[in-house]
C-alpha cells in the first residue's frame, strides 16, 4: 500500500497493534520527521517531468539527493503521477500541486511516505504551466532539462519539428526571453551598470560611457534573447530567421525552460 520496506512495515504495524491506518500514519510521521532532519541537506539531483497536449503543458521538477535514487522506478512513477494530475488541474503554484488528491491522499503525503521509504529529502522545486495555439514540449536525455514553447500563428501547418528545433535551441542555449522586451528590467538595468563600470574601468571618455553600455546590452540581447541568437542547427541565420524560413506567420508566444538544480 505505501511501497516501505518490509521492515518498516512490520514496526509500523507493531506500533499501531495491527491497525492498517495507524500503520500509515506512522510511516507518514516518519516521513515528516525524515524531512525535518533533512532540511539543510541539498536535494539537487532528480528529474524534471513533462504533462500536456497541444495547447498547454505542465513542467515540474522533482528533486531528490542522490541520482541512485532518481533512477529508479519508484521516483519516476512518483514524479509522472504528479505531473499528470497538475496537468489535470492545473494549480496555480507548488503549494498548489502538493495539496492535490493522488490516490486518494494528497500529493504532500506521498511525498512524505516516500522519503520515510527511501530516507532522502524530496521536494517539488519548480512547476511551470504554458498555454498558447500550440506548444510543443521537450525534455533532454536525462530530463535534467525540460522546455516548453508557446506558439501562435500556427495555421493548418504541422509545425512539430520546428517546435522540436526551437525547443532544444532553448535548452542549448538558455536564452532569457523570447526578445529584448521579455527581458526583466532588472536584468536590463544589470547589463548597463556592468556596461558603464567596464567602460569606465577602461578610462573611457565620461562622454561615451552610456554609448559603450548600450552597445554591450545589445550584444547582451543578441546572446541571451531567442529571436536573436544564432540557430544552433545553422548558425548562418538567427531563429527568427530560421521560423521565417520555416513559416512565416508562425510566432513564439512565450516559453519555460526548466534545469535540474533550479537553474532556470
Known amino acids: 500500500m505505501t511501497g516501505a520496506g518490509m521492515m518498516d512495515c512490520k514496526k509500523a504495524l507493531e506500533f499501531a497493534e495491527g491497525d492498517p491506518e495507524k500503520a500509515i500514519d506512522y510511516l507518514r510521521k516518519k ?46 512513477t512518483l ?14 503554484d507548488i503549494e498548489g ?6 490516490d486518494g491522499r494528497p500529493v504532500s503525503d506521498h511525498l512524505l511516505e516516500n522519503m520515510s521509504k527511501i530516507g532522502e529529502k524530496l521536494q517539488i522545486r519548480t512547476y511551470e504551466h504554458v498555454t498558447g495555439e500550440r506548444v510543443i514540449t521537450y525534455i533532454h ?26 525547443a532544444m535551441q532553448i535548452a542549448a542555449m538558455k536564452p532569457v526571453g523570447v526578445d529584448q522586451a521579455d527581458v526583466p528590467a532588472e536584468i536590463v538595468a544589470k547589463e548597463l551598470e556592468i556596461g558603464r563600470e567596464r567602460a569606465i574601468a577602461e578610462g573611457k571618455p565620461e562622454a561615451i560611457v552610456d554609448k559603450i553600455a548600450q552597445g554591450i546590452l545589445q550584444r547582451y540581447f543578441k546572446d ?7 540557430f544552433v542547427k545553422d548558425t548562418s541565420m538567427t531563429v527568427a ?11 513564439v508566444k512565450a516559453f519555460k525552460r526548466v534545469q535540474l538544480g533550479g537553474a532556470h
Open 141 to 166: 536525455p536525462g530530463a535534467r532539462v525540460g522546455v516548453a514553447v508557446a506558439f501562435t500563428g500556427v495555421g493548418s501547418e504541422d509545425i512539430e519539428a520546428i517546435g522540436k528545433d526551437v
Open 97 to 102: 500541486v502538493t495539496a492535490l488528491q493522488l
Open 224 to 230: 541571451n534573447t531567442l529571436l536573436a541568437q544564432d
Open 31 to 76: 516521513g515528516q520527521k525524515i524531512a525535518d532532519n533533512r532540511q539543510d541537506r541539498d536535494a539537487n539531483e532528480g528529474a524534471v517531468f513533462v504533462a500536456g497536449n497541444d495547447g498547454t503543458a505542465i513542467l515540474m521538477e522533482l528533486n531528490c539527493e542522490t541520482d541512485f535514487v532518481a533512477r529508479t522506478e519508484g521516483f519516476q
Open 79 to 92: 514524479g509522472q503521477s504528479i505531473v499528470d494530475q497538475a496537468f489535470a488541474h492545473t494549480p496555480a
Open 241 to 251: 530567421a530560421y521560423l521565417k524560413q520555416a513559416n512565416p506567420n508562425l510566432k
